[in-house]
């Protein structure tokens, strides 16, 4: 029996980790350990998708949030070590580039436990974000590296991995597979009124939250594009909100509480449009036909602009309204199965398997 130690930690993380789990529990082979951070606490972060999703309860709730980057890592590092020494794991699993994915991998890499890493290779080029410096340092200290696209798996050839012992496997996107698996089970939100036609939005990014200038012009881009070209729905997170009230902005979308993952889905599926700085919400809206327009400079997810299903337009409030108006209510279409398809949870288990035989 294999034990396999999971951690997760944010929003992204438990989407993702819902169809591995699920994946999983088909193979009597394996047992996993699943270990929440709690680095999202809020219960519309967090114990919805729980509910939603149908992932088993975690076995460890380490409840660290808040604080700095530093801080934060760092307790976590001391309390996974510690569930580590005592559950003894053949192997741990991380997702995607947040400080429990760094966490985790560190944990485990230090007490020489194998890592393997889901999501690996992007690279958006700005190590300024606090996720790249994630993404790179996990890649480093994982022997076992899952990329989605055939671009990550350029970047980690660029980057010498090509030369190491660490094994590279192209598997297709896990967040595609959560996409076609829940689609039929997507609801709208309840208590929100959404009108026939609107433009779907999100907005966290420390890039864009933590910056006045930044954060200021894109209140006014979102906005005028409310104003001038349809409705706006910005389920808006916590740390955007309170930026947003620190500077007091007037900000004259509609704006609700963060949403499920089943509501975001049914959000995907009936808007003309999606305007984010999320990574995720760049693929998932390629995924239900909906063109992208980016809050950022960079994306991890270049095949997207490559194709002109994604447009990346910074924080330029110009450049944004524009960018809608020109994609607003297009269609794109996935002829090439960028992302494999909806089989990748599959094709991970099954790499698990072979690596511990």
């Known amino acids: 029996m294999m034990r396999i ?3 997760i930690g944010a929003r992204p993380q438990f989407i993702k980790a819902s169809v591995v789990s699920r994946a999983i529990q088909t193979e009597e082979a394996i047992e996993e350990i699943i ?7 809020d219960a519309n972060m967090s114990d919805v ?3 939603q999703l149908d992932i088993p309860r975690p076995h460890y709730q380490l409840d660290i949030h808040g604080g700095g980057h530093g801080s934060m890592t760092g307790r976590m590092l001391e309390k996974l ?4 020494l005592e559950e003894k794991p053949d192997r741990v699993l991380v997702y995607g580039d947040t400080n429990s994915t760094l966490a985790g991998a560190l944990a ?12 690996a290779g992007l690279r958006s080029f700005n190590r300024n974000m606090p996720e790249e410096i994630n993404r790179i340092l996990t890649d480093q200290v994982s022997d076992l590296l899952f990329c989605p696209t055939s671009s990550a798996v350029g970047n980690l050839e660029q980057e010498g991995f090509r030369n190491r012992l660490a094994r590279v496997v192209q598997v297709g996107d896990v967040m595609q597979d959560a996409a076609l698996f829940f689609a039929e089970h997507a609801r709208c939100p309840k208590e929100v009124s959404v009108p026939g036609e609107f433009i779907l939005a999100t907005l966290h990014r420390a890039e864009n939250t933590d910056d006045a200038g930044r954060l200021s012009s894109l209140v006014n881009a979102l906005n005028q594009v409310h104003k001038n070209i349809a409705p706006v729905i910005l389920p808006l997170h916590p740390r955007t909100r309170a930026a947003i009230q620190e500077l007091g902005l007037d900000i004259k979308i509609k704006t609700i509480d963060p949403v499920g993952y089943l509501e975001m889905l049914w959000l995907l599926a009936h808007c003309g449009l999606v305007m984010t700085d999320s990574g995720g919400l760049q693929k998932e809206a390629f995924f239900f036909g909906r063109a992208c327009v980016t809050l950022r400079d960079q994306t991890e997810w270049v095949e997207l602009v490559e194709i002109g299903a994604n447009q990346l337009v910074g924080a330029d409030a110009v450049a944004i309204f524009e960018a809608v108006k020109r994609h607003y209510g297009r269609n794109v279409e996935d002829n090439n199965s960028l992302y494999g398809g909806g089989d990748a949870s599959v094709r991970i288990v099954e790499t698990l398997i072979e690596e511990a035989q």
């Open 5 to 7: 130690l999971t951690v």
């Open 35 to 41: 270990v929440h951070t709690g680095q999202h606490f």
């Open 49 to 51: 998708f729980f509910n």
């Open 81 to 84: 070590e510690a569930v580590m």
């Open 108 to 119: 485990g890499a230090k007490l020489r436990i194998p890592v393997a890493h889901v999501e």
